[in-house]
């Protein structure tokens, strides 16, 4: 999302258009003259709200007197100091006697609550004109401030044929890795019991069946590495994490048996992502109390907050051997997934995620996640339930690991989210193949914040929604984007290059996939700022410090970028959330390379086909050993060819993220992967020939030199491309 985005309230229009979507029929959207849904959240009494959209920047409302409640635990504000002389912005509050002091050009100062007719102007005009310009079908905010719900609201629909609106307090989305927070509350629950201790294996609250292997490591897994995703694991997905038919659900403890990933890192080394850690932890709890995880977090969390419409089960058939599905009450208020095909939404399947559940399989609506929120603001506590205990509460605020400032040292499972000014947030972001989501919980603040899409392009309003909001209303305005760094540009070289992710399958065919999309290219601009290109755009960034400790801030916003240093260059950096280590990557792992040797093999086969039609009848002289080679580099010729058009056709297919997922790998994939296997054999004994066909000098019987020549240099490519993508894991059909 880009930093600087006008708050502008726009009606959300989409075109009606009939397409298809992989064998589902495209749901269209509402005709351009069809008015969005009304919002289910009626404006506070004595507040007029314009009837069209209005420009935020032009709102100029008449505010009522300051509110002296006090709010609940209100943390001390970070920054305090005199009153600014005038308000940073037109209509800015009188501060309140007693309550901190506005940081200089700030708005609001920590101990005042957010105006709710400017909060509910603001997100209307940011929330609807993201919807409009990534397309994205429905979406639901609340947030919490000051121990109550102070904006409610449901955006666009949730289901367009029929036409469904979005109803905050009915409407069921998937929150994706949200779920992890329950997971972790349940595991915190049986810490202060005293039955789990966190520096102890895992394995130890495991069944034999389901423990972690050593596979040549001598350290552990402990309990923590899952909070803060350092257990070493690989991150395999594919075909295993997403299911489209209810069938293939698997019980919990039978998924983690045969998915059990390699381990490619010792434990506690580095943050990786990891969803097969947070589920064994949920299993672990599971197995502790001996009940399935999904009845746990009802009897622990969700019933006792009054969380009706929040939920661990899926709408599947009953199915013995499995958790109860989703109630029927519930159904029929799940909002369906999207994603944009060009001419408008296409529906997608449901994505089935109770397999592996504990890591984000939760629907829920955006005023449960209120009740949710204000549980979290207060210290577990909320409406007379207690959920978990003050040493839960701290765990959940404090860092399991030391991170240079703006880098996630992971609070005992919750993100640490560094925001505008200074100030802290906790809480979790998630996405499925459809559905995106954030909730971050600002304690200083007292306030609370979750936005929840249903469309794939969604993370483009919920990633860095909080801290846009809170950039609003209590940081001081800032100048973007920041200015570049001589110094940078002298030393370039320490840090251009290609980065690789952690957080990948390490082999066979997803594995290749990974390393195609998993990279990062790191370069510097003429102005002297730091780029970054990969799965999230083109990002710009500047040195925050001493180059040589290798923090940037983006140029742009307040996420930050940690390099490690060695030796005065870049070996890899972390990102904010700490997900992933991205490490400088070999050469022969770059894809401009696999594009170079592919282009190169692609041109040498068509060369070698067309060449049969061209050659003279003094070319086709030749010898046994010479005869028989050029029919093995006439069937490696097209099988190469078939090869790459196999895996063009699966790359375009694979467009549809949903069916590359559901799909994983299919006949495609498979097919161009087997090809590309003969092809290389083939090679392998061309090559091994050219001894052979190099003899004869120029006798009768024999190639002339040129034809020699092309052949080898076609034995060349075809040999390189074929090192590469064995190395690349892309020649093993089997894998997949």
Not at 456 to 475: I, S, W
Not at 696 to 716: E, P, Q, Y
Not at 718 to 736: K, Q, R
């Amino acid at each position: 999302m880009r930093s600087e985005i006008a708050a502008v309230v726009t009606a959300l229009a989409v075109l009606f258009s009939g397409a298809r979507a992989w064998g589902q029929e495209a749901e269209l959207a509402p005709p351009p003259a069809a008015p969005e849904a009304a919002p289910t959240r009626s404006a506070p009494p004595g507040v007029n709200l314009p009837d069209a959209p209005v420009p935020y920047t032009q709102i100029r409302p008449k505010r009522p007197a300051p509110k002296t409640r006090a709010l609940a635990a209100m943390a001390p504000a970070a920054t305090t100091g005199e009153a600014a002389a005038g308000p940073g912005v037109a209509g800015a509050p009188t501060l309140v006697p007693g309550l901190p002091t506005l940081a200089a050009g700030a708005r609001l100062a920590a101990g005042q609550p957010i105006p709710e007719p400017e909060l509910e102007a603001f997100v209307d005009g940011w929330v609807r004109d993201a919807m409009a310009r990534e397309h994205i079908a429905g979406a639901a905010v609340s947030v919490v401030q000051g121990g109550q719900v102070v904006l409610n609201k449901g955006y666009g629909f949730a289901g367009l044929n029929p036409r469904r609106p979005v109803d905050p307090d009915r409407t069921l989305f998937r929150i994706g890795s949200i779920s992890k927070t329950f997971t972790w509350i349940l595991l915190m629950n049986e810490v202060e019991k005293g039955r789990i201790r966190l520096d102890r294996p895992i394995n130890d609250y495991l069944p034999e069946k389901v423990r972690i292997r050593a596979q040549g490591y001598q350290r552990p897994v402990l309990v923590r590495n899952l909070m803060d995703h350092s257990p070493g694991f690989d991150d395999p997905a594919m075909g295993q994490l997403f299911e489209r038919d209810p069938g293939r659900i698997r019980p919990l403890d039978l998924y983690l048996r045969q998915e059990r990933p390699r381990r490619v890192r010792g434990a506690g080394v580095a943050s990786s992502y990891s969803n097969y850690g947070a589920a064994l932890a949920g299993f672990a709890v599971a197995t502790l109390n001996r009940k399935p995880f999904e009845q746990l977090v009802e009897e622990e969390i969700t019933r006792p907050l009054g969380m009706d419409r929040t939920t661990f089960r899926e709408p599947r058939p009953d199915r013995a051997g499995l958790p109860a599905p989703m109630a029927e009450a519930l159904r029929p208020d799940a909002a369906s997934g999207y994603w944009w095909t060009g001419p408008g939404f296409a529906v997608r399947p449901y994505e089935y995620i109770g397999q592996i559940a504990p890591a984000g399989a939760a629907s829920s609506t955006a005023g449960d996640m209120a009740r949710y929120m204000l549980m979290l603001l207060g210290n577990g506590t909320w409406n007379g339930a207690t959920v978990f205990g003050p040493g839960a509460a701290r765990a959940f605020r404090t860092p399991l690991q030391a991170t240079p400032p703006g880098i996630n040292g992971w609070a005992h499972g919750f993100i640490v989210y560094d925001l505008p000014d200074g100030r802290r947030g906790y809480g979790h972001d998630g996405a499925t193949l459809s559905f995106h989501s954030s909730m971050v919980v600002i304690p200083e603040l007292d306030l609370g914040i979750f936005i929840t899409t249903n469309s794939d392009e969604g993370h483009k309003l919920t990633r860095g929604f909080a801290g846009h909001l809170v950039r609003q209303f209590y940081a001081p305005p800032m100048a973007f984007p920041r200015p570049g760094s001589a110094e940078l540009l002298t030393q370039r070289d320490a840090f251009e290059g290609y980065y690789l992710t952690s957080r990948r399958a390490h082999g066979g065919l997803e594995g290749f996939v990974g390393l195609l999309i998993g990279g990062t290219r790191v370069g510097v601009t003429p102005e002297g700022r730091l780029t970054t290109v990969g799965g999230e755009g083109i990002r710009s960034w500047v040195p925050e410090g001493p180059l040589a400790e290798g923090r940037f801030v983006s140029a742009t916003g307040d996420e930050r970028l940690a390099f490690q240093m060695q030796d005065g260059h870049a070996a890899s950096f972390r990102t904010a959330y700490n997900t992933e280590r991205v490490e400088r990557a070999p050469l022969w792992r770059d894809p401009n390379i696999l594009l170079l040797t592919a282009g190169l093999t692609a041109l040498a086969a068509v060369a070698t086909l067309v060449g049969i039609f061209f050659r003279n009848r003094r070319e086709f002289r030749e010898n046994q050993i010479q005869a028989r080679a050029a029919i093995a580099q006439n069937i490696q010729a097209g099988l190469w060819l078939a090869a790459l058009g196999l895996a063009g056709a699966w790359g375009v297919r694979a467009r549809d993220e949903a069916a590359a997922f559901f799909d994983w790998p299919g006949p495609l994939l498979i097919t161009a992967s087997t090809c590309g296997l003969v092809a290389a054999a083939l090679t392998a004994v061309t090559v091994a020939a050219l001894p052979a066909i190099w003899q004869g000098g120029r006798r009768v019987d024999s190639w002339g030199g040129l034809r020699k020549i092309a052949f080898t240099i076609t034995v060349l490519i075809y040999a390189a491309f074929s090192v590469i993508l064995a190395l690349w894991g892309a020649l093993e059909p089997w894998s997949g």
